[in-house]
């Protein structure tokens, strides 16, 4: 039998430039538009899911509703932050033909005060801060939970570090909470995500009056025709089981065996593209129900490779330019890494934070 040996294209851009360019040329007028229209068509079914859900929960009528109305908001819920304003604040909702957030994209982005986030601060710490310098120590806010946590081998490692494959995991539940908190005192200039961010009076009364809204939404309405108790102890459970879905799939896509840190004060030793590939990792790819499933649900996010290197794109044509990725890659001798399974990335996170947990600090 003949093996033959695959010989790789001539490359003259190098890697941004041809990865970008093979892009382009895979992703027409038409691909784009057809991309766009599912993206918008998923946003319709969640936001009638989203909001179906939330009415279901205010008119449930015994323990058992209410427990399956708020499962279903809490995945809505989820679901809203996955598939349309993290689209529509990385300009990606609607084709815009400049980096300049488009007006319709702004519009769809406050999707992200829904569900307790503050659109403004959070594009400035996702997109310039994780984006722009992902898993560099000191600079992206992502892989920086103080000293309750080592995720990055540049960080210092406390004794109880050796512990955090286990506790950290219900921590995660709190992920909403702590982006909410952060918003509010990013306003005074005490967040980790504030530097450099200067807050004007706009920028604080929307923080205030979208997070007094949140609450009002969140447990004004229910009280009418439940006990405020029960509201109270349904609302703080879908914060904190909507927490704990956004936390882990975050997580899964850097805080992983395999992907790359670098030290803050320093570059990275690649150029950006590079190190875009260096520091992601993708998961979940197959063509299995589940897989295809979770792919819809995680709004792009398993393909978080794809998504770092061009974020204004729809998320729904990642699947398109993957080969592309794969290819490219291969060519320049980049490793590219994708986990077979969600599965896959949560054990590969938890034994990354194992490692952390033990081993010293790097130099």
Same mark, same amino acid.
């Given at each position: 039998?003949?093996?033959?040996?695959?010989?790789?294209?001539?490359? %003259?851009?190098?890697?941004?430039?041809?990865?970008?360019?093979?892009?382009?040329?895979?992703?027409?007028?038409?691909?784009?538009?057809?991309?766009?229209?599912?993206?918008?068509?998923?946003?319709?079914?969640?936001?009638?899911?989203?909001?179906?859900?939330?009415?279901?929960?205010? &008119?449930?009528?015994?323990?058992?509703?209410?427990?399956?109305?708020?499962?279903?908001?809490?995945?809505?819920?989820?679901?809203?932050?996955?598939?349309?304003?993290?689209?529509?604040?990385?300009?990606?909702?609607?084709?815009?033909?400049?980096?300049?957030?488009?007006?319709?994209?702004?519009?769809?982005?406050?999707?992200?005060?829904?569900?307790?986030?503050?659109?403004?601060?959070?594009?400035?710490?996702?997109?310039?801060?994780?984006?722009?310098?992902?898993? *560099? !120590?000191?600079?992206?806010?992502?892989?920086?939970?103080?000293?309750?946590?080592?995720?990055?081998? $540049?960080?210092?490692?406390?004794?109880?570090?050796?512990?955090?494959?286990?506790?950290?995991?219900?921590?995660?539940?709190? %992920?909403? &909470?702590?982006?909410?908190?952060?918003?509010?005192? =990013?306003? *005074?200039?005490?967040?980790?995500?504030?530097?450099?961010?200067?807050?004007?009076? =706009?920028?604080?009364?929307?923080?205030?009056?979208?997070? *007094?809204?949140?609450?009002? $939404?969140?447990?004004?309405?229910?009280?009418?025709?439940?006990?405020?108790?029960?509201?109270?102890?349904?609302?703080?459970?879908?914060?904190?089981?909507?927490?704990?879905?956004?936390?882990?799939?975050?997580?899964?896509?850097?805080?992983?065996?395999?992907?790359?840190?670098?030290?803050?004060?320093?570059?990275?030793?690649?150029?950006?593209?590079?190190?875009?590939?260096?520091? =992601?990792?993708?998961?979940?790819?197959?063509?299995?129900?589940?897989?295809?499933?979770?792919?819809?649900?995680?709004?792009?996010?398993?393909?978080?490779?794809?998504?770092?290197?061009?974020?204004?794109?729809?998320?729904?044509?990642?699947? !398109?330019?993957?080969?592309?990725?794969?290819? !490219?890659?291969?060519?320049?001798?980049?490793?590219?890494?994708?986990?077979?399974?969600?599965?896959?990335?949560?054990?590969?996170?938890?034994?990354?934070?194992?490692?952390?947990?033990?081993?010293?600090?790097?130099?």
């Amino acid at each position: 039998m003949t093996t033959t040996t695959r010989t790789p294209p001539v490359r %003259t851009g190098g890697f941004a430039g041809d990865l970008t360019r093979a892009v382009t040329e895979r992703l027409d007028q038409g691909t784009l538009r057809r991309a766009h229209r599912r993206l918008h068509v998923k946003a319709v079914v969640i936001a009638v899911w989203f909001l179906a859900s939330f009415v279901a929960v205010i &008119l449930a009528a015994g323990w058992l509703e209410g427990i399956a109305a708020s499962t279903s908001f809490t995945l809505a819920f989820a679901a809203v932050g996955f598939n349309i304003q993290h689209d529509a604040n990385h300009n990606a909702f609607f084709a815009s033909a400049t980096k300049r957030l488009s007006v319709a994209n702004r519009v769809v982005g406050w999707s992200m005060f829904a569900i307790g986030g503050d659109a403004n601060r959070w594009r400035y710490r996702h997109n310039t801060l994780h984006h722009g310098s992902p898993n *560099v !120590v000191g600079v992206d806010s992502d892989i920086n939970l103080g000293p309750l946590a080592r995720l990055a081998p $540049f960080q210092p490692r406390r004794p109880w570090h050796r512990f955090q494959h286990l506790y950290l995991w219900p921590l995660y539940s709190f %992920t909403v &909470l702590e982006i909410m908190f952060n918003d509010l005192a =990013s306003l *005074v200039g005490v967040s980790r995500h504030s530097r450099g961010h200067r807050t004007t009076v =706009s920028d604080a009364t929307v923080a205030v009056t979208t997070k *007094v809204a949140f609450v009002a $939404f969140m447990l004004g309405l229910p009280t009418l025709t439940h006990p405020f108790w029960v509201v109270a102890v349904g609302g703080v459970a879908v914060i904190l089981a909507v927490g704990f879905v956004l936390g882990v799939v975050f997580q899964s896509a850097h805080v992983v065996e395999g992907a790359e840190f670098a030290q803050g004060g320093t570059r990275p030793p690649y150029q950006w593209h590079e190190w875009q590939v260096r520091s =992601s990792l993708d998961f979940s790819h197959g063509s299995g129900p589940l897989s295809r499933l979770f792919r819809w649900y995680a709004g792009g996010l398993d393909h978080q490779t794809e998504h770092h290197l061009f974020p204004r794109l729809p998320h729904t044509a990642y699947p !398109v330019i993957a080969p592309i990725v794969t290819e !490219v890659c291969a060519d320049y001798g980049i490793p590219r890494r994708v986990q077979p399974s969600f599965h896959a990335a949560l054990a590969s996170h938890y034994r990354h934070l194992r490692a952390m947990g033990r081993r010293p600090l790097a130099r």
